[in-house]
């Protein structure tokens, strides 16, 4: 028989449940908490299994500010280098057509 499967906030759970991830990250679950996107409803969790449910735990995240300065670097990073690639392109290509 085939596990059923929950989606539920660390909030609502059951007494039970919040003991099984105690006992399953007991240092914390902090480097095992995924991020989840499911349309417009974008959210972080952890899993848990349990006889006979499966739950995938809404958890809330606090985003540390260096982690998003530093991603957004790197995107900005990244739009940088694709301008740069296009500029190196066009060069070429003023090169080309002058010979």
């Known amino acids: 028989?085939?596990?059923?499967?929950?989606?539920v906030s660390y909030e609502n759970l059951p007494p039970t449940v919040i003991e099984a991830i105690t006992r399953k990250y007991p240092d914390g679950y902090q480097y095992h908490v995924i991020k989840v996107q499911a349309g417009n409803n974008n959210f972080h969790?952890?899993?848990v299994d349990m006889e006979d449910v499966s739950?995938?735990?809404?958890v809330k995240v606090k985003v540390d500010k260096m982690d998003k300065l530093l991603e957004d670097?790197?995107?900005?990073g990244e739009e940088?280098?694709?301008e740069d690639e296009k500029a190196f392109e066009a060069a070429q290509d003023d090169h080309m057509t002058e010979e």
Do not use: F, G, P, Q
């Not at 739950?55 to 809404?58: A, D, I, R, S």
């Open 45 to 47: 969790a952890v899993t």
């Open 73 to 76: 670097a790197v995107l900005s």
């Open 1 to 7: 028989m085939e596990r059923k499967r929950l989606v």
């Open 80 to 82: 940088d280098i694709k």
């Open 55 to 58: 739950y995938l735990v809404k």
